[in-house]
């Protein structure tokens, strides 16, 4: 290669990129020492975390932990609105002209009985919004969310000279039953705060506590909820289980839909569950219909409409086979659509994790759970990144999330945590780690 393409093309290009690698990394060691410098004393944080853990609330009646967050904010200075869409909670922080990034975490714990053995493990019984008595207890680790949260939070009031923008803090209800995200957007949430350009939000889970995952692309699965009502016959006179009946027929449908599912397109695309069956009236001597509730899975929008259709299609077909005298009836809802980080949102924050955690970044492998965190953009496009820090720290006895056994470690997870979102938050805005 002659001389002069060296010091024409090569030795420019070599300079250039030294240079922006330099600045890269500038940049993300400027973050760690703004996360350094304004991390709140974790105290206060340790023990909103016992005391929420101490005293859940079910999914659509948080208003005390609700109440508990929302004056947290209000200390920080933060403009609050409460009581949107049931107990939602929101913070509004402006700080200048630039994006709104909006972060999240949950506010409802699960209908358990908690076994963990903790000084500070719920023993509470509460009325759910049905009027029934139930245990309750945060096993799915919405308390820990909430303190790494509310600790970011505090991290970038205290740091905003380094960045420029509004941060919209959300509280959201009701994650786990009925989709507490969609219920905030139809309440008028949009009227209330900026259409964000970035949302972001994480879950403890059983990692290794100090470490945190994330992909681009979809990192949870999408659910729908199918209600199905199967009729059967009735014949006066004569025992219903010589007619037509729902309940033979409903279970026959239930134990073959699974396998039916699953042939056709494979269990890593697609899984079908029974979560609910109710036939008969007592006292009635015979049944007219069995309702059942399926719970169905799925990774790609393509398919998740496929199945829905061979679902339906496959019940009609076995009533008609077994001479149901109506056909049957379906009430779909979306329980939680998919949940798929845009590569744009996941990309400031993988390298900003990258040097701060280093070999504590972790790959997220796809999850076969689900989420309503995507039903916060309503109709907008609004690029997101859900990412997974971790909470477990030893290997035996790991309990997952659901479990009354679950505790997330308290240290360093709640740190990390905290940690994980305002670094998160700070590389969304596009924070150079320099006073604006
Ligand atoms: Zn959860």
């Not at 970038?156 to 803090?169: F, K, N, P, Q, S």
């Not at 995952?213 to 004569?238: N, Q, T, Y």
């Not at 061979?310 to 949940?339: G, H, N, W, Y």
């Not at 701060?356 to 690029?383: C, H, W």
């Amino acid at each position: 290669m002659p001389r002069s393409v060296w010091s024409a093309v090569v030795y420019p290009a070599l300079i250039f990129t030294v240079a922006l690698l330099a600045m890269r990394n500038g940049i993300n060691s400027s973050l760690a020492s703004i996360i350094d410098r304004y991390r709140p004393d974790l105290t206060s944080y340790e023990k909103f975390y016992r005391n929420t853990h101490q005293d859940p609330e079910l999914s659509g009646v948080e208003a005390n932990t609700a109440a508990v967050v929302a004056s947290h904010l209000e200390g920080l200075g933060l403009v609050v609105h409460s009581n949107i869409g049931g107990h939602g909670v929101v913070g509004l922080l402006e700080n200048g002209l630039g994006r709104t990034v909006l972060i999240r975490a949950e506010l409802d714990a699960l209908p358990r009985h908690e076994q963990t053995n903790l000084s500070y493990a719920s023993t509470k019984i509460m009325t759910d919004r049905y009027g029934n008595e139930r245990p309750v207890m945060h096993a799915c680790g919405h308390d820990m969310n909430m303190a790494a949260l509310l600790g970011a939070t505090a991290l970038l009031h205290g740091a905003r000279e380094h960045w420029i923008g509004t941060l919209v803090v959300v509280f959201q209800p009701d994650e786990e039953e009925k989709g507490g995200a969609e219920a905030m957007v139809e309440d008028g949430l949009y009227s209330m705060i900026p259409v964000p350009n970035i949302m972001l939000a994480q879950h403890v889970t059983p990692l290794n506590s100090g470490s945190v995952a994330i992909a681009s692309g979809p990192v949870l699965m999408a659910a729908d909820a199918v209600d199905v009502r199967v009729f059967g016959e009735p014949c006066p006179g004569i025992n219903p289980q010589l007619c037509q009946d729902p309940i033979a027929i409903a279970m026959r449908i239930v134990q073959s839909i699974q396998d039916l599912v699953k042939k056709e397109f494979g269990e890593e695309e697609a899984t079908v569950a029974c979560w609910g069956f109710h036939a008969g009236i007592p006292g009635a001597d015979f049944v007219f219909y069995a309702d059942f509730l399926l719970d169905i899975k799925t990774v790609k929008p393509k398919v998740r409409d496929e199945v829905l259709v061979f679902v339906k299609k496959s019940i009609e077909a076995q009533c008609k086979e077994m001479d149901c005298p109506k056909d049957p009836l379906f009430t779909s809802k979306v329980r939680a659509p998919l949940t798929t980080n845009a590569e744009s949102a996941v990309k400031p924050i993988r390298e900003a994790f990258s040097s701060y955690f280093a070999s504590n970044l972790l790959p997220m492998e796809l999850q076969r759970v689900t989420e309503d965190f995507s039903a916060l953009q309503g109709s907008f496009k609004i690029p997101y990144a859900y990412w997974n820090f971790g909470g477990t720290s030893s290997d035996e006895d790991i309990a997952y999330n659901h479990s009354p056994f679950y505790a997330p470690a308290l240290d360093p997870t709640l740190k990390s945590g905290i940690d994980a979102m305002a670094l998160a938050t700070l590389a969304s805005f596009g924070s150079e780690g320099h006073a604006p």
